[in-house]
T-cell receptor
Framework: KNEVEQSPQNLTAQEGEFITINCSYS?????LHWLQQHPGGGIVSLFM???GKKKHGRLIATINIQEKHSSLHITASHPRDSAVYIC????????????FGKGTKLSVKP | DGGITQSPKYLFRKEGQNVTLSCEQN?????MYWYRQDPGQGLRLIYY???????QKGDIAEGYSVSREKKESFPLTVTSAQKNPTAFYLC????????????FGEGSRLTVL
């Protein structure tokens, strides 16, 4: 079965801490997405990557294709980073082939 | 600004009623998707469409129907045949192919009374 596993499920941090969220998957993929879901429910795309590393502001995403693993890092965390972070992987050739992880709920305390 | 608009944000329905959720995008994307989100679960695909007048079932299509009469619009109807319709519904779009970034709407929360 194709699966996407995220860890941890829940994460509480103090403002300023360095945060890492992990994503492991079991199939060969063409792309991996990191998404952020706000408390209101809307989802924003943070990164799409198929190799290496991407950086946007305080967020860094890495992927290791051989190990089937990706990490999302947040440097100098802030309460406004509190959200659910979702990993999703695209596999195969069909447009509908996208598997989502269950998400990691992050709470950053001031 | 380009984006995806879903409406309504909140919807209440009595058992036995059909309801239609709207999804409109002005990103000129060919691919559109409907997902369902339940607590503790990842998003699950209901239907997707790659071109006007064509769509494919996802993993949980039973009890739902869609149409794609215009490139910009992909409405979802939750029919009375859907046994457990209370959920959060998300519409998304992307360019065709496997390398497209996903764009999501703000979601619609449906509650069956």
């Amino acid at each position: 079965k194709n699966e996407v596993e995220q860890s941890p499920q829940n994460l509480t941090a103090q403002e300023g801490e360095f945060i890492t969220i992990n994503c492991s998957y079991s199939v060969g993929i063409s792309a991996l997405h990191w998404l952020q879901q706000h408390p209101g429910g809307g989802i924003v795309s943070l990164f799409m990557l198929s190799s290496g590393k991407k950086k946007h502001g305080r967020l860094i995403a890495t992927i290791n294709i051989q190990e089937k693993h990706s990490s999302l890092h947040i440097t100098a965390s802030h309460p406004r980073d509190s959200a659910v972070y979702i990993c999703a992987v695209r596999y195969g050739g069909s447009q509908g082939n996208l598997i989502f992880g269950k998400g990691t709920k992050l709470s950053v305390k001031p | 600004d380009g984006g995806i608009t879903q409406s309504p944000k909140y919807l209440f329905r009595k058992e036995g009623q059909n309801v239609t959720l709207s999804c409109e995008q002005n990103l000129n994307h060919d691919a559109m998707y409907w997902y369902r989100q339940d607590p503790g679960q990842g998003l699950r695909l209901i239907y997707y469409s790659q071109i006007v007048n064509d769509f494919q079932k996802g993993d949980i299509a039973e009890g739902y129907s869609v149409s794609r009469e215009k490139k910009e619009s992909f409405p979802l109807t939750v029919t009375s045949a859907q046994k457990n319709p209370t959920a959060f519904y998300l519409c998304a779009s992307s360019v065709l192919g496997t390398a497209g970034e996903l764009f999501f709407g703000e979601g619609s929360r449906l509650t069956v009374l």
